[in-house]
């Protein structure tokens, strides 16, 4: 195992390298000029080319992507073009308001989908089957964008409720934090519960078929012990996967639910960087979207060993 651990880190570099030449490469093909936006459409080719030599964009490509690389090596992921703050303090800052909103909607997410995938599972083809995997499709097929829009106008309108703007950490006061992140996390949530529900249904169904489900219920146990007992471990690694696959995208910052509700999170901190033609922020927003995204698909494949005891790395 320790081996395994080694050699998967080692090989994040190449990945991170390749990630940083490609971010790097697509951000400096974008038309508009950074410097042109923050002196605004009044300003003289003289003013544009002094900030341009200022913020070092008059250098060649080359040049820029190892001054910036080099930066990373040292834990330096630059400075914001527009606002002139540090870049990883306010992406660390981003990120624990994504990542409670993150778990907050897995949670949603897993309560709804891992039960209620089950239930279509061992009731294949029947009324209960057909009304879940509706509901599932609906649930995919539906934008979070529509599901937040609809969750909001519903509230407001019928209920004359509507979520906190300012965002508070769970840590310092859970009731309020609750307030601000439900309407988020339920408009994530049911995505992610659809995704989960859909793959737990399929896993359930195939591994009911196995010859030790039968043998199982020839010794007479029961239904929840054949089920939760037997089929639960054996169908999890596919579950597992899709679920882990969906945090890795949940914490890279669902940038459309935190734009719909004003959350100030990573996915709307990297938008604005991109409105802004804010070079530095954006860059490293995605390679640090990137790390998270490797790190959670490195803890999923160590999560199987647990599972199933014979794989082995």
Do not use: C
């Amino acid at each position: 195992m320790g081996s395994y651990l080694i050699k998967r880190i080692i090989s994040l570099i190449p990945i991170l390298v390749g990630i940083s030449i490609l971010v790097f490469t697509i951000l400096h093909l974008v038309p508009g000029d950074p410097a042109s936006i923050m002196l605004g459409t009044e300003a003289t080719p003289e003013a544009v080319a002094v900030l341009r030599a200022e913020m070092g964009l008059d250098k060649p490509l080359i040049s820029q992507y190892l001054h910036w690389a080099g930066g990373l090596l040292q834990g330096d992921f630059g400075v914001s073009v527009h606002t002139g703050e540090e870049i990883l303090p306010q992406i660390l800052k981003r990120f624990l308001i994504t990542l409670q909103l993150t778990i907050m909607a897995v949670v949603i997410g897993w309560t709804l989908a891992i039960p209620f995938g089950i239930l279509s599972a061992i009731r294949s083809h029947s009324k209960t089957d057909k009304v879940i995997r509706i509901l599932t499709l609906l649930g995919i097929s539906v934008p979070n964008f529509a599901i937040g829009t609809l969750l909001l106008l519903g509230l407001s309108l019928y209920f004359n409720w509507f979520p906190p703007i300012d965002v508070v950490h769970f840590w310092d006061d859970p009731a309020e934090a609750f307030k601000v992140f439900i309407l988020p996390a339920v408009t994530m949530g049911i995505v992610v519960a659809a995704g989960v529900m859909r793959m737990t249904r399929s896993a359930f169904m195939e591994t009911m078929d196995k010859d030790f489900i039968r043998t199982a219920r020839a010794k007479g146990n029961s239904q929840w012990t054949v089920v939760m007992g037997h089929a639960l471990r054996n169908s999890s690694i596919p579950i597992v996967t899709i679920a882990g696959m969906q945090i890795g995208y949940l914490l890279g910052g669902s940038v459309i639910v935190e734009q719909l509700f004003s959350i100030p999170g990573l996915g709307q901190y990297v938008l604005d960087g991109i409105y802004q033609r804010d070079y530095p922020v954006v860059q490293g927003g995605v390679l640090f979207v990137a790390l998270v995204f490797v790190l959670v698909n490195l803890i999923i494949d160590l999560i199987y060993t647990w599972i199933d005891p014979r794989i082995k790395y």
